[in-house]
Structure formats: C-alpha cells, structure tokens
C-alpha cells in the first residue's frame, strides 16, 4: 500500500485551495472539481489563472489594462503582466499590526518578537538610511549574514527603493563572497559581527574586512551587533570610515514609501553553486517572485493568518527568499539561526512544540541525520500544532517518508517539495487536497506545464527521463547578471531542448500523477548503457546504520563505465568485507544488479557546497585527474584530497 496519508473531509473543505477553486468557478463559471481539473485549467488558461491567483491573493498592484501575458508562445521571452506597477515589500508588509510578524530563536537561547506594526517601522527606518546612502532603484545592496531578524528587515528596506538585495551566509569563506558580490558590485554591505554554530562564536568582521579591501565599489557597511552588544568598527581596517553601527543608520519615525516598479523590475540576486565555474547571477523579479510564492504558500501549503512557517534556512539559499514571502499571508515567521543538532538532535523540535509551529520545513539530509541520531520527536514533543511538513534540498527517499510518519507525527501532510535556485520556488510540491504515496512529490505546480522527456524531447509516463517546463511560467529568472544579450541564459536552460526550460533533473512522472526525482541529470550513471539515478543507491545505503553518507560516480572504465560508491562510516567503524557485501546485497534488493556499485571505497570526509549540497560532479573530476574549476565554491574543499590517486580505482 503506498498510500501513507490521506486529507480528512474537513480539512479539504477548509482548505486555500478549495476556496480558490470555488472562485474560480463563480467567476468564470468554469467547474473545476478537484486539483485534477484545477491544474489542467491552469495550463490551459494560463492568463486567465495567473491574474485569478493574484486578486485571490490580494496582491496590492497597478495591473494596468494590457494583457496578462504577453508573447505568451515564447519561451523565454514571454512577459507576465507588461503593464502592472508594484512593489514587493509593500505587499510582504500589509499587516502592520500587533500580531507577531517574525519570531527568532538560536541555538543560544536568544528569543525576540516583532510585530507587524514593528517590523514596518524598522523597515521604514533602514528603507531611509539606504536612500541617504544614494541607494535608488536598480542598486545593489548585499548582506552578508545569519539569519536574523536584520536580514528580513534589510531585504525589505533595499526592496521598498526597487534596489536589488543579494544575500551570502556568514559560513562562506572570503573567495566565495567575492565570487558572489564581486559580479555585482553592491552598493551598501549588511554584515553582523559574527555568529554562533555547535556552541562555537564565530566572527564575521575579519573576512568583512578583507572583501571590503577588494570590493571598493561598496561606499557604506553597517554592521549589526550578534555576538557582542557593541561591535568595534576599527576591526574593519580601512574600511572602517564607511561603517555605521545597525542602531545608528537610518532615520527613525520615518514614513515607509514604497516605490511602485514594473512587474518585472528586478528584486533579487541569486546564485548558483559555482563548482564548475564562477557562480551564475540569477536574477528574479519582484513581481513574478511575488506571485509564485503566493501560488505556493496559500494553494499549495495551505498558509493562513494563523499560521507558523517555519523553514530551517541559511540566507545564502533559495528557502530563505521562499520563507520572507510567507509574510504577504500575513503568517508568523519562525526564524532560527544556529546548528539543527546543538546542544542535541531535538533542539527544532522543542522549539516546533514552544512556538506551535504549524508548518516545519527542512531538507531530506536534515531528516536522514535525523533518523540516525535516534531522537524520535514524536515521542519526545508536543507536536498537537503541527500540519504540514517541508522538505527539499535533494530527493526525500522512501525510507524518509516512513520515518517522517512513525518518528514526526501519523496525521501529517509530508510535502516533498522540488525547484531550485533557477527559478527561486518549485516545479513539484504538495497539495492539502490529495493523499501523500510513499516516495512520491504529490503534484506538479499549478500553472506550470511539467513534463519529463526521453533523450529526444518525446513525453514519457511511467519512465525516468529529463524534467522540462514546455510553457512560460512568472518566476523565470530575468536573465544573468552581465549578459546582456542573454547568451548565457539561453545555454543554461534552453538549449537541451529548444523553446523549453530544460531543469537538470532526472525525473518521473508516477500513476497518481505524482512526481519521484532521481537526482541531477549531469550526475546520472550510464553503466551498460542503463541511466541510473544517484539518489536510489543513497536511499538504500544510507538506510544501513552504519552508513552516516555516502557519493556515487560513474568512472570510465575499459569502454564502459562502472560504478563507484563512497562512503562515510559512523565513527570507530570500518569498511569491512563483510560490510562491503552488505551494502551491495540492499542495494539490489532495494534497486537493480545495474546499481550495485563495482568498487566500494570509504572516506573519511564528503565534499559539498557552500549550500551543503554533495558535489559528484567535483569527485568524477578529482578520480578521473581533471581539475575542478572552483574549488572555492566548495565548503570543505579539501575533502577532494581523499579521492585522489586511489589504488582501488586502478585495477
């Protein structure tokens, strides 16, 4: 039985979605019942559904009187809502009253609210510091920061003017913030004076002030007190004439004005992992950003008023954007910086019960070294407030979904959710309406034409293949930073399959009209000729207790290519034959004879990316003696050590 939970009557007939439904219907006189017939009419008027979302939404903007879409045929180069004015802070700040707006925890105990009311004033207030600073719309402002209630407020500000924010976590090293802001050359640098991980205090000034050394385009710093109540600004060097301490910048009592820009006037700068080159600048519009986060808060998570969205988060990943847009449905937002696993594993969960989280998101990694440290919430936590539950980052497996329903909580909507930084929000995600199958992302996205193609851009069913969008959606990025005639752009997702977006993952369209992903497409193993998605060896490897992660690559060898599995053993462990034979025994029975991986090799240590994601693409060049292009983009980068010159990949 693969059903592992099903929406009661009630909760379907309280849910955003069946509003929305039932609006759409009043309106148009279109009968939509159920998500089924709601996606397909999405697609098949696409106008007609994007402007209903938006009035449903309550999206304050000018929409002009043109069309809805225009070059609706082309993509890219349809447009959404040519003719509309709005600004995104204005809409993420329409509940200015005594209902908290921003909850923050850390891993040290530190608990702060701010109300809507307060939270528009500070936004107010650092909104006049940035214009005093010369900031206007178009200017890049950059933070480089924990996730604190200063991010949200800063973000805000710079997008009140139409400025462009741009955001790296304190954990990225000195090359990767140059990398990042070096491309863009911000203006003003939002920066704290340091943060706190696994009980360490860690500081931010020292490699603050070697990028202000090199970034000179930056004119103004200010600097917001974490670790110590007042920060000394001489520590930033040179750079220190342009600091201002965060309680000193702005103008206090200041009106909040918020400067109304076309619907896809630029509002972020994301960026891609970089380990195959310089970091992609991905930038986004405020008004398609806007819109599809409200798409996927009210529909498709079923986000209200009363809600508590939670989203474990750095602000140097996507989730951090997704997460500050639950604030135009006027939901709570809980805010956490620190260790998921300081002091111990249930830190979240304690506070999940505390705060009376109703919506927890995370990763699938989260939940995986979760399962492993034996903390079972469920049995440890009042979870009575919790409904929904979030995960990206990389496939949610099987065996996740399991655990999420014996260890977390039987009655739960568990959403296995699917995008990326590319388009800042999801192609797959879940549905308060349908049942949840063990393995599988409920639906696609409203409004998004998903398909999966074989290898010659034909539609496949039930078969693995690439996961490509075939229709204009809002979120498309804007293009590149520095590509002016959008080359790059078009290379990136455009030109596997022309005229369709072409995503990079391997992916399957299930029977329930579900979705299960089976990794990158540029990762996918090709032995025999026999495409194999990574994440199935992951999920019966890491199944094994012993197993604390592990990294599969293809390696050329004698014409063919076989595969080779890494992994990384519980401390005091080795990597035994006996072992060995145990892991390639689970993983044909859970997989394939094709899966089972031809050499087994352990290490003491995997490389990932400054956004915590394991790089194949970086150990298939180390074992195959081609170089690794950005090393910096890396978080651990000499864990690539430990794969090079292996004897066992010699014979």
Same mark, same amino acid.
């Given at each position: ?62 929409? $002009? ?31 200015? &009253? ?44 950059? $933070? ?58 860690? &500081? ?8 202000? $050394? ?119 937002? %809980? ?65 996740? #979904? ?48 998903? /398909? ?44 596997? #399959? ?5 995503? $990079? &993952? ?53 014409? /063919? ?34 899966? %089972? ?55």
């Amino acid at each position: 039985m693969s059903e592992l939970w099903r929406p009661s009557a009630e909760r379907i007939a309280a849910a955003n979605l069946t509003r929305f439904m039932r609006c759409v219907t009043a309106r148009t006189g279109t009968p939509l019942a159920g998500y089924d017939a709601l996606y397909a009419w999405s697609l098949e008027q696409p106008a007609r559904f994007w402007s209903e979302l938006a009035r449903f939404a309550d999206v304050r903007a000018d929409f $002009g009187s043109g069309p809805a879409i225009e070059n609706p045929g082309e993509m890219p180069g349809a447009r959404f809502f040519p003719g509309a004015q709005l600004n995104f802070a204005e809409n993420l700040l329409k509940f200015a &009253d005594e209902h908290p707006a921003l909850i923050f925890r850390n891993e040290r105990g530190t608990r702060r609210v701010l109300s809507g009311r307060e939270l528009r004033e500070e936004v107010a207030r650092i909104a006049a510091g940035l214009a005093a600073a010369g900031v206007v719309a178009g200017d890049r402002v950059a $933070g480089y920061l924990p996730n604190v209630p200063e991010a949200a407020i800063a973000m805000l500000a710079t997008a009140s003017l139409g400025a462009i924010w741009s955001s790296c976590s304190p954990d990225f090293g000195v090359h990767g913030v140059l990398d990042r802001f070096g491309q863009i050359a911000p203006k003003v640098l939002f920066t704290a004076d340091g943060y706190f991980y696994a009980g360490k205090t860690l &500081d931010s000034l020292a490699p603050v002030a070697e990028v202000l $050394g090199k970034l000179t385009a930056i004119e103004r710093v200010v600097v917001i007190p974490y670790v110590a109540a007042d920060p000394e600004l001489g520590r930033l060097g040179a750079a220190a004439a342009r600091a201002s301490h965060w309680r000193e910048f702005g103008v206090r009592g200041a009106p909040l004005r918020c400067a109304r820009q076309p619907f896809n006037h630029p509002l972020y700068i994301l960026y891609s992992s970089g380990t195959t080159g310089v970091p992609k600048c991905i930038v986004h519009g405020a008004g398609g950003t806007l819109l599809q986060h409200q798409k996927e808060q009210l529909l498709h998570t079923d986000l209200g008023r009363s809600d508590r969205l939670f989203y474990f988060t750095t602000c140097g990943w996507m989730m951090w954007n997704w997460l500050m847009s639950g604030l135009a449905t006027g939901a709570t937002l %809980v805010l956490y910086d620190g260790s998921p696993f300081h002091p111990d594993p249930g830190v979240l969960w304690r506070m999940a019960a505390e705060e009376r989280i109703t919506v927890f998101g995370t990763s699938a990694k989260y939940l995986a070294s979760l399962e492993k440290s034996a903390y079972l919430p469920a049995h440890s936590v009042d979870l009575t407030a919790l409904r929904t539950l979030l995960s990206t980052g990389s496939p949610l497996l099987p065996d996740g #979904f399991d655990f999420v329903y014996r260890a977390v909580k039987s009655d739960l909507l568990l959403a296995s959710i699917s995008g990326g930084t590319d388009i800042v929000s999801c192609f797959a995600l879940g549905c308060p309406v349908r049942p949840v199958h063990r393995g599988e992302i409920q639906c696609r996205g409203l409004g998004m034409a998903v /398909d999966i193609f074989d290898e010659e851009g034909r539609p496949v069913r039930g078969v693995r293949g690439e996961l490509v969008c075939t229709a204009p959606f809002p979120s498309m990025p804007i293009g590149f930073w520095n590509d002016a005639h959008g080359a790059r752009y078009r290379a990136a997702y455009f030109e596997r #399959f022309p005229g369709v977006w072409h995503h $990079g &993952d391997f992916a399957a369209l299930t029977a329930h009209d579900g979705l299960i992903i089976y990794g990158r497409s540029d990762a996918v193993l090709n032995p025999g000729g026999v495409r194999i998605g990574t994440a199935e060896i992951y999920g019966a490897v890491e199944a094994l207790p012993g197993i604390l992660e592990s990294l599969a690559v293809g390696q050329d060898w004698q014409g /063919d290519v076989r595969v080779v599995l890494f992994v990384r053993l519980k401390p005091g462990l080795e990597l035994t034959e006996e072992l060995r034979r145990e892991i390639r025994n689970t993983i044909r029975a859970q997989t394939t004879a094709r899966h %089972v991986p031809a050499r087994i090799i352990a290490v003491p240590d995997i490389p990932r990316t400054l956004s915590g994601k394991i790089t194949e693409l970086a150990v298939r060049n180390v074992i195959h003696g081609l170089p690794v292009k950005n090393v910096d983009a890396l978080a651990n980068p000499g864990a690539l050590e430990h794969f090079r010159d292996l004897p066992d990949l010699k014979a």
